[in-house]
């Protein structure tokens, strides 16, 4: 039933990483667990130490031990920071067990640690490892917590509350002389053996008289011979069996009830019930029960194992074997199990108003009811050592339901400090557990073009990053889109793309918006391609891996008249579906009638080529074994320059095309303009240079101060080739062009850059210099800059990417080139404009006000004449709601860009946005009076709050924008608090009025109920004369906000729609919510004519598209199959100790 006992638990495992065929894996990193749905917290088992946190359990559910404890401060027991001091006396033990009784109320954790508790025992991983007696270990722990306490005000903690006297009494019966003799205990240890009961094995042990006769005679000193005596042992003072059994206070309500049921011969209907109860006690139930127990009806109910109510419920009577369970704690030496009452419940904070039993298992605490336990304490898995006590002690009122209660501040603060760093690491380890990356490719923004697809402007414009949590359904990811794409019209198709090297393209469209994004396999960076589903720009698109576009090298001769005396290899890239025929290339190329070699893959260094037969050039290109990047040679049959032999039959190697072509660019006189050169895989560059130099009939001086140089298919020069290396390490083909220029090439630790002024690079303007790899980002951007004659400091250097678009700045200007994997033949920028110092942003400002139907600014109208440096203002349909009748329109204006430090607060941001030079005209009062917004996809995104945060805690990233809203008063947002944009509907018009700012505190829970009491307050209306509706602009539909609950199961937790903040309203800061009074309203319309054309375009637009094909996924399911553990035998038992300092 319980598992290993003695198991070591591994906290840094995750529970859910079983699986079939699967190790597990340790998650260091990863914070602890929260409490579960008890609220309790356990403690871990650090390999042997169940016993010990039985114990400890025990000490802490004993309000009396641990406030005691906790009232003695840092001035009696000294500060963790002083303990390695030599003259200090630190009391350790007192103040770990502090520490851990504040953990175990206060911190959000399954379960705590005691590696410290057990370090201040001094005790190793041998001793933790061991199992050793409970008993054993309470004594030893009592004593060491006496020593410890020397000289304080809770020296005498121990003896006060668990420290009693036995007095053994026997009594001469012939001259009654009594002789006495006391001893002190702790614990009383009974035999329970044959006993009925633990009432009965004390009185057989402490009450029951021994009597001397017979042969077993005592020698009184007073008659001085053996005579009959009794012996009896008693407390002192006395032990009140009364104490020890199972009764609460006089005064609790069951108690009461069930005299009164005894009185009454046990059946009593219930009103009688509640009457005799004011009889009884002189005060109705009601007034002194029903605030914390609630109605008496109910309270029977709740205590079924006591009363037992009629089918009709209207008389009630006690059960046969009702009765009161003893407020104590049974342990055995691996776990424990107690009850809880109402006013003993330090970790629980919701109300119960009875009490519960709870299994502590070490880390796990789990309900149990009453007659699991009685299966589990009886024959050899009975109770080993038991707590009791007293039932007569009084709680104070402010102790009830509050863990704080008499812990001393110190720890308060410490423990609320680590709630929050608590809090803090879970929602960063759930943001990167339940996050990925998507990469979303806009479909609009696409064109069809040589087999793939590909960005009509850019790759940055096309492609929008998304950080979206893979636990939501793909319906939910296609909402968040539908949200973002605002110009979004018709049907929305999700595809999984990839990049391949011919361009984009789509290979399997997502189906199933009820499955998890888990579930359907979308992996972290994934590209999705956001289309109808039909066609792109108007072409039809093939999809599927089927149809993959191939990017293969096709090489055919050039026998133009101009290169008659030397025939050359064309090399020219062509994009062909993976399915196509191989004959196709013909076709491509415009060549009647050929014969096609394909690179034969096992032949080294790939110069061998193998021809097509006739009859397999029907094939595919994926059935040839083709790929990405393999060549294709094309030989006219009946060209002048065949490539035959003498008996006309067809070669199957190339070797005749092992040549070169090399061009004199020394801009020198020569009569040749260009020569070819024999060569092989294995020929180095050197030889190749000096041969073309010897053809040219050039200088032998150009030997030292000259290189070749690769010429691309559109005439440019390339990065030079090092002498040293040979053609297969330089990565040349052969039939290739290179160029022989004047200059040397850059050696093994040099690099050659090209690099060009500004972000609009035209083909051919680049200018070329080479340096050392180990040169500073700073040195190299001033060579650069004197080499192209620009002056200033006002200068930065960016990487062109891979789409010639200028990529991210070099910002760390002493980093070396090699350091930031800058490589020969990379293109580097100039571009205008210093970058901020290292911890600084450079961030863009705009302004941001709601328009008006005129589409002027409410405030200031005449706002929209001014032009920006930049000329930029962005205008889009707002979701953030209406400022007139009709959704009004976002319009960013750009003020400027500003610089600011990382560790500067909001509230400075603002102020320093103030000092622009755009910003004089709007007549703000104060930052108090603006609003700060991020910038995303060209609207407001997130809000941001508290003026105080510093910038950096915002994550806000290098390239952020922020947009400013002005204010007519200064606000104070709270983390809980949500913005809505509130508009009020005018009967009988379909128009709404003006919008008006809400602050709508989610704290108490973000429920329907919550935000419609909400709006009621603001509008000065009956909750139950309004109904609130969110609007969706993408879609021009209100979608109804209702606090009707349905009768939910016992299986169904919690109802989804419950929470606004989720599915399927996704409310946010901005949203518009519309508002109707349903006094002077009652039409259950929330649409505007506005809306009725927006949907009317709409299905116009998806008239005679195809739907969404939704795929079937079947969901495997992976059973955990695992065999059962043996028992470990038992180490032999070691003694135990605790050290502890001396305090005398």
Sequence with gaps: ??????????????????????????????????????????????????????????????????????SLGPEELGLFEDKDKPDAKVRIIPLQLQRLFAQL??????????????????????????????????????????????????????????????????????????????????????????VSGLEDALWNMYVEEEVFDCDNLYHCGTCDRLVQAAKEEKSK???????????????????????????????????????????????????????????????????????????????VRLLKNGSLQAESDFQRNDRQIFKMLPPESPGLNNGISCPHWFDINDSKVQPIREKDIEQQFQGKESAYMLFYRKSQLQRPPEARANPRYGVPCHLLNEM???????????????????????????????????????????????????????????GDLRQSIFQLLEFWEGDMVLSVAKLVPAGLHIYQTLGGDELTLCETEIADGEDIFVWNGVEVGGVHIQTGIDCEPLLLNVLHLDTSSEREKCCQVIESPHVFPANAEVGTVLTALAIPAGVIFINSAGCPGGEGWTAIPKEDMRKTFREQGLRNGSSILIQDSHGDNSLLTKEEKWVTSMNEIDWLHVKNLCQLESEEKQVKISATVNTMVFDIRIKAIKEFKLMKELAD???????????????????????????????????????????????????????????????????EETISVRDCLKLMLKKSGLQGDAWHLRKMDWCYEAGEPLCEEDATLKELLICSGDTLLLIEGQLPPPGFLKVPIWWYQLQGPSGHWESHQDQTNYTSSRGRVWRAASSQGASGNEPSQVSLLYLGDIEISEDATLAELKSQAMTLLPFLEFGVPSPAHLRAWTVERKLPGRLLRTDRQPLREYKLGRRIEICLEPLQKGENLGPQDVLLRTQVRIPGERTYTPALDLVWNTAQGGTAGSLRQRVADFYCLPVEKIEIAKYFPEKFEWLPISSWKQQI??????????????????????DTIGVKNLLIDDDDDFSTIRDDIGKEKQKQRALGRRKSQEALHEQSSYILSSAETPARPRAPETSLSIHVGSFR
Excluded at 135 to 143: A, G, H, M, V, W
Excluded at 156 to 179: A, F, M, P
């Design 1 to 70: 039933m319980f598992g290993d006992l003695f198991e070591e638990e591994y906290s840094t495992v995750s529970n859910n990483q079983y699986g079939k065929g699967k190790k597990l894996k340790t998650k260091a990193l990863e914070p602890p667990a929260p409490r579960e749905f008890t609220n309790l917290s356990g403690i871990r088992n650090q390999g042997g130490t169940c016993y010990l946190n039985s114990l400890l359990q025990t000490l802490h559910f004993t309000p009396e031990f641990r406030e005691a404890l906790f």
């Design 105 to 194: 109320l206060l911190l959000d954790q399954e379960a705590a640690s005691t590696t410290d508790l057990t370090d201040s025992f001094g005790w190793t991983s041998n001793e933790e490892m061991r199992q050793h007696d409970v008993q054993e270990l309470n004594r030893i722990l009592f004593s060491a917590l006496e020593t410890s306490l020397v000289g304080t005000s809770g020296h005498d903690l121990i003896n006060r509350l668990y420290h009693g006297t036995i007095v053994n009494q026997i009594v001469c019966k012939e001259c009654k002389n009594v002789s006495e003799r006391q001893e002190d205990f702790l614990d009383l240890t009974v035999a329970v053996k044959n």
């Design 237 to 315: 003072p006395d032990v009140n069996l009364k104490d020890l059994q199972s009764e609460e206070e006089i005064d609790h309500p069951l108690m009461i009830l069930k005299a009164i049921l005894l009185e009454e011969n046990n059946l009593i209907p219930v009103d009688q019930l509640g009457q005799k109860l004011l009889k009884k006690i002189g005060i109705s139930w009601n007034k002194k029960y029903r605030k914390q127990h609630g109605p008496l009806r109910k309270f029977l109910q709740l205590h079924s194992q006591i009363f037992l109510l009629s089918s009709d419920e209207s008389t």
């Design 416 to 474: 609320d400090a680590a709630n929050i760093e608590l809090q803090t690491k879970r929602a960063e380890c759930d943001s990167a557990n339940n996050t990925f990356e998507l990469h979303l490719h806009l479909g609009p923004q696409y064109h069809f073009f040589n087999g793939a697809l590909h960005p009509v402007v850019s790759q940055t414009e096309s492609m929008w990053d998304l950080t979206f949590d893979k636990r939501k359904t793909l």
């Design 705 to 771: 101060n000259s290189c070749l140089r690769p010429i691309d298919r559109h005439g440019k020069l390339l990065c030079p080739v090092p002498d040293s290396y040979t053609l297969k390490e330089a990565e040349l083909k052969m039939g290739s062009s290179l160029g022989l220029c004047l200059g040397k090439a850059p050696s093994s630790s040099q690099l050659f850059l090209f690099f060009a002024m500004g972000s609009d690079v035209q083909p051919g303007t680049e200018m070329e210099i080479i340096v």
């Design 1049 to 1070: 199961t016992k299986r169904k937790k919690k109802k989804k729609q419950d929470y606004l903040q989720g599915a399927p309203y996704y409310l946010k800061d901005g």
